[in-house]
């Protein structure tokens, strides 16, 4: 069975730091696109960043320049350094997977999704 859990999330002010993390299980995802999306209270969930099997990545231009992602293949692991939070950013935070490394931004494109951490952040 598939896992996707996500940890790291938390109350911050504007300013801080975060690290998030997704745990994945279930499957090898050495393959596959890996990317994390948000989702704040009212709104439509949307792209923050992806992370291709090779490395490639792309980011939603809000957080270009503050959000890193990476990933740990040989542990199946996802990781998003996000920096310079703004509270704007304030969000649930999920990570999801699919099995292409074409460029997409689209959630309807990702196969797998991990249940979300509350990300926080006050002015």
């Known amino acids: 069975q598939v896992q996707l859990v996500e940890s790291g999330g938390g109350l911050v002010q504007a300013g801080d730091s975060l690290r998030l993390s997704c745990a994945a299980s279930g499957r090898t995802f050495g393959t596959y696109t890996m990317a994390w999306f948000r989702q704040a209270p009212g709104k439509e969930r949307e792209f923050v960043a992806a992370i291709t099997n090779l490395g490639y990545t792309y980011y939603a231009d809000s957080v270009k320049g503050r959000f890193t992602i990476s990933r740990e293949t040989a542990d199946n692991t996802l990781f998003l350094q996000m920096n310079s939070l703004k509270p704007e950013d304030t969000a649930v935070y999920s990570c999801?997977?699919?099995?292409?490394?074409?460029?997409?931004?689209?959630?309807?494109?990702?196969?797998?999704w991990g249940q979300g951490t509350q990300v926080t952040v006050s002015s």
């Open positions: 999801t997977a699919r099995p292409f490394i074409a460029r997409s931004t689209s959630a309807s494109d990702y196969n797998y």
